[in-house]
Nanobody, 129 residues
Framework: QVQLVESGGGLVQAGGSLRLSCAASERTFSTYAMAWFRQAPGKEREFVAAISRSGGSTNYADSVKGRFTISRDNAQNTLYLQTSSLKPEDTALYYC??????????????????????WGQGTQVTVSS
């Protein structure tokens, strides 16, 4: 069972950027499709971005498209989320999630929480106005 540990969150001013990381415990990291979700206070957890096993296919929520970039390094067992042009409404606890995927380079259409079996503990991102 893969274990996921997020890092890189913090306090940033609006318009700033942060790079979030998610370190996976297993050398079989490349067998998992990965995603980022976030949960703001008083709100449900929502999809942010997803990436295929190969890293060649990505999917983004409309709210972050053009501002966030998801990527992965299978040799380092690490998932990334590069954020830019941050807004106060991006303030949330950011989680990485994993699901076993059969296909190396499939379109990542999985955007629901229940489609991911493994979760990290989250890293807090706070954007001040």
């Amino acid at each position: 069972q893969v274990q996921l540990v997020e890092s890189g969150g913090g306090l940033v001013q609006a318009g700033g950027s942060l790079r979030l990381s998610c370190a996976a415990s297993e050398r079989t990291f490349s067998t998992y499709a990965m995603a980022w979700f976030r949960q703001a206070p008083g709100k449900e957890r929502e999809f942010v971005a997803a990436i295929s096993r190969s890293g060649g296919s990505t999917n983004y929520a409309d709210s972050v498209k053009g501002r966030f970039t998801i990527s992965r390094d299978n040799a380092q067992n690490t998932l990334y989320l590069q954020t830019s042009s941050l807004k106060p409404e991006d303030t949330a606890l950011y989680y990485c999630a994993a699901r076993i995927a059969a296909v190396w380079h499939a379109p990542v259409t999985f955007t629901r929480e229940d489609e991911y079996a493994y979760w990290g503990q989250g890293t807090q991102v706070t954007v001040s106005s």
